[in-house]
Structures are given as C-alpha cells and as structure tokens.
C-alpha cells in the first residue's frame, strides 16, 4: 500500500491512499527522444501515472468509379497524417501536503521531446517487445478532479511509420 498523495491532517482536500502491486511489471511508459521516460521512474510513489492509450493507424487510398459499376482502388500506403498514438496520464498534483512539480516537469519534457526540438522518435511500450515509436507533435492537459488535485495529461506522437 503507497501513499501517493493526500493529507491526514482535516486540511483542506482528503486524504487518499491507492494501493496496488506493481511489483510484477513496469506497466506502460513513454521514453522521450532526449533521454528520461514518462512516469518518471520505476517508484510507486511517483507523481504521475499512465492511464491508458489510444492508438490509430490509416492507409492512403484513393478511389474511382467508373461506368459499368467498376471501382479501382489505388493504394499508396502508410497515410501519416491521421496514424497518432495518444498516451494519456494521470498527474497528483499535491504530493502529500506540498506541490509535487508534475505539471513543470510534464510541460519539461514535451519542451524538449517535441519533433522540432529533439528530431528523434519517442518511443511507448506497453508490455510489447516492440515499441510503438514516432515523433511528440502535441500535449494537453485538464483538470480530472479538482477537489483531489488530479490532472488529466496527454502526449501525441504522430506514427510516421506502420507500427
């Protein structure tokens, strides 16, 4: 059982204590072009947590019709304009009754990760062998839960190529 963030001192906020075994895995993480990786490290009682991704993946196709109910497909393979991988994390914002930084070391990182800075793939993987990998072209982050201090965070890679 972690304590990750929260108060047990009636101040202002509640106190949470969320508890899981992570001993078996590394669970899902971002490893940013310049070095470093999203969560942070391998501790329990990291600041900010992979909630899950989604992942979309396009061909470039053109299509004709002609008379006689003919269609011919012409296919110019891997479209990267609409192939983005999306990871989203949760982020706490109060680390036991101080600030935890997540939001200046998240906005760190896709400062330095992003494609026009580091020129070099970022690279996600989630129990697989092989990564998915492509370049940070964008992040956004909202409030998931403002009485608890949660923050919602995103990184969006564009996929380049066919994963």
């Given at each position: 059982?972690?304590e990750?963030?929260?108060?047990?001192?009636?101040?202002?906020?509640?106190?949470?204590v969320?508890?899981?075994?992570?001993?078996?895995?590394?669970?899902?993480?971002?490893?940013?072009?310049?070095?470093?990786?999203?969560?942070?490290?391998?501790?329990?009682?990291?600041?900010?947590?992979?909630?899950?991704?989604?992942?979309?993946?396009?061909?470039?196709?053109?299509?004709v019709?002609?008379?006689?109910d003919?269609?011919?497909?012409?296919?110019?393979?891997?479209?990267?304009?609409?192939?983005?991988?999306?990871?989203?994390?949760?982020?706490f914002?109060?680390?036991?009754?101080?600030?935890?930084?997540?939001l200046d070391?998240?906005?760190?990182?896709y400062?330095?990760?992003?494609?026009?800075?580091?020129?070099?793939?970022?690279?996600?993987?989630?129990?697989?062998?092989?990564?998915?990998?492509?370049?940070?072209?964008?992040?956004?982050?909202?409030?998931?839960?403002?009485?608890?201090?949660?923050?919602?965070?995103?990184?969006?890679?564009?996929?380049?190529?066919?994963?």
């Amino acid at each position: 059982m972690s304590e990750i963030f929260g108060n047990d001192r009636n101040i202002r906020g509640c106190f949470h204590v969320f508890s899981f075994n992570g001993s078996a895995s590394r669970g899902a993480s971002l490893r940013l072009p310049g070095g470093g990786q999203i969560p942070w490290g391998v501790q329990m009682t990291e600041p900010i947590l992979t909630a899950g991704f989604s992942v979309a993946q396009a061909e470039a196709v053109s299509f004709v019709k002609v008379f006689g109910d003919r269609v011919y497909t012409y296919a110019f393979g891997h479209d990267p304009n609409p192939s983005m991988l999306t990871v989203e994390f949760i982020g706490f914002l109060i680390d036991k009754t101080r600030y935890s930084g997540v939001l200046d070391d998240y906005l760190e990182r896709y400062r330095t990760g992003r494609v026009s800075e580091a020129l070099r793939y970022a690279k996600f993987g989630v129990g697989s062998e092989q990564p998915m990998r492509g370049f940070i072209v964008g992040m956004g982050s909202g409030t998931m839960d403002g009485e608890h201090s949660l923050q919602r965070f995103s990184m969006t890679l564009a996929l380049v190529e066919v994963q």
